[in-house]
T-cell receptor, first 110, second 113 residues
Framework: EDKVVQSPLSLVVHEGDTVTLNCSYE??????LLWYKQEKKAPTFLFML????IEKKSGRLSSILDKKELSSILNITATQTGDSAIYLC??????????FGAGTTVTVRA | DGGITQSPKYLFRKEGQNVTLSCEQN?????MYWYRQDPGQGLRLIYY???????QKGDIAEGYSVSREKKESFPLTVTSAQKNPTAFYLC????????????FGPGTRLTVT
């Protein structure tokens, strides 16, 4: 059965800390891995990763894919209270469907 | 302004009633999706459609139905056969018949009592 597992399920940090979120997957016909941020309603797209070892960056956020280990990490440096959200990992496979992990809830305290 | 709209934001229904959730997009996207989100769980795929007049069941299609008569619209009906319909429902779309990142609507929170 195809599955996507995220860890940790939740964490609490203080402003300025660095956060590392993990996503591991087992799917057939892997196509890409995507990260989304969900604050209150609609998830918003962060990154799409298709190639192993190539880091993608956007401001204080970065992500990298390891196809050998079937995993990805999302890093957030110098965290701010606005980074508080659920971070969702999804894997695109087969008919271009997405399979989502349960998400990691990040709480950043001032 | 291009985007995906879902209505209503909140919906309350009595058990045994069918209810239809609206999803409209003006992004000219080919593919559209319906997900359900429950606390502590990831998004689960209910139905998806890659082109007009065609759709496929996702992982949890039982108790739901959809139609795709127009490219911009993909309504979801939650039928009385759905055993646990209370949830947050998200609609998404993507271009290129399903390749690439999906864009999400703001969601509809359905409560059935």
């Amino acid at each position: 059965e195809d599955k996507v597992v995220q860890s940790p399920l939740s964490l609490v940090v203080h402003e300025g800390d660095t956060v590392t979120l993990n996503c591991s997957y087992e799917v057939t016909n892997f196509r890409s891995l995507l990260w989304y941020k969900q604050e209150k309603k609609a998830p918003t797209f962060l990154f799409m990763l298709t190639s192993s070892g190539i880091e993608k960056k956007s401001g204080r956020l970065s992500s990298i894919l390891d196809k050998k280990e079937l995993s990805s990490i999302l890093n957030i440096t110098a965290t701010q209270t606005g980074d508080s959200a659920i971070y969702l990992c999804a894997v695109e496979y087969n008919d271009y469907k997405l399979s989502f992990g349960a998400g990691t809830t990040v709480t950043v305290r001032a | 302004d291009g985007g995906i709209t879902q209505s209503p934001k909140y919906l309350f229904r009595k058990e045994g009633q069918n209810v239809t959730l609206s999803c409209e997009q003006n992004l000219n996207h080919d593919a559209m999706y319906w997900y359900r989100q429950d606390p502590g769980q990831g998004l689960r795929l209910i139905y998806y459609s890659q082109i007009v007049n065609d759709f496929q069941k996702g992982d949890i299609a039982e108790g739901y139905s959809v139609s795709r008569e127009k490219k911009e619209s993909f309504p979801l009906t939650v039928t009385s056969a759905q055993k646990n319909p209370t949830a947050f429902y998200l609609c998404a779309s993507t271009s290129q018949q399903g390749k690439g990142e999906q864009y999400f609507g703001p969601g509809t929170r359905l409560t059935v009592t």
